[in-house]
T-cell receptor, first 114, second 115 residues
């Protein structure tokens, strides 16, 4: 069973609308939780990083939340743009800080239509 | 800053041949580089971790003799897929960091198609 599960698997929204992507994890304890944006055929780009003690982090129109009690995180995108069409990946880092201890979710594929 | 570049972006090769993929950190010295493989609609899967000047550490199930990794300098790591087969067709992504536990930055990926 994947330790990081994301939902929905895919999502279609209209330009200008808001959306929220979910990430449930079973990894515990963990060092930090990251959200990445991955455009098709490109490498992931970091959007937000939260330690277990943080419960929200914003980066422009992207706002990530973290509830360590329920082991859930969400990524909220405000006023979506066509360029937001991409896969959004939730990644949990295991304790120790070593970067090879990342646990990746399968991602949510977002399509923003005009 | 913190740019990681992969080359080539895509490559098509014949079955049985070898293919080399380069990963360069353009504006920082990468003490550690990571190689991932990503199949369509799936998560990134770590293949190996390489530290400059030492042998790579491979994840369980990854054949080290098939996927040769060299990290001879602080700005360059290479992944060579030897005797490639169609099932090796995938998206290969590297990431690089300058110190253990720090942020790592991903390259743009290399699409390998073996025909």
């Amino acid at each position: 069973k994947n330790q990081v599960e994301q939902s929905p698997q895919s999502l279609i929204i209209l330009e200008g609308k808001n959306c929220t992507l979910q990430c449930n994890y079973t990894v515990s304890p963990f060092s930090n939780l990251r959200w990445y944006k991955q455009d098709t055929g490109r490498g992931p780009v970091s959007l937000t990083i939260m330690t277990f003690s943080e419960n929200t982090k914003s980066n422009g129109r992207y706002t990530a939340t973290l509830d360590a009690d329920t082991k859930q995180s969400s990524l909220h995108i405000t006023a979506s743009q066509l360029s937001d069409s991409a896969s959004y990946i939730c990644v949990v880092t295991l304790p120790g800080g070593g970067y090879n201890k990342l646990i990746f979710g399968a991602g949510t594929r977002l399509a923003v239509h005009p | 800053g913190a740019v990681v570049s992969q080359h080539p972006s895509w490559v098509i090769c014949k079955s049985g041949t070898s293919v080399k993929i380069e990963c360069r950190s353009l504006d920082f010295q990468a003490t550690t580089m990571f190689w991932y493989r990503q199949f369509p609609k799936q998560s990134l899967m770590l293949m190996a971790t390489s530290n400059e000047g030492s042998k790579a550490t491979y994840e369980q199930g990854v054949e080290k003799d098939k996927f040769l990794i060299n990290h001879a300098s602080l700005t360059l790591s290479t992944l060579t897929v030897t005797s490639a087969h169609p099932e090796d067709s995938s998206f290969y992504i590297c990431s690089a960091s300058w110190a253990r536990g720090t942020e790592a930055f991903f390259g743009q990926g290399t699409r390998l198609t073996v025909v």
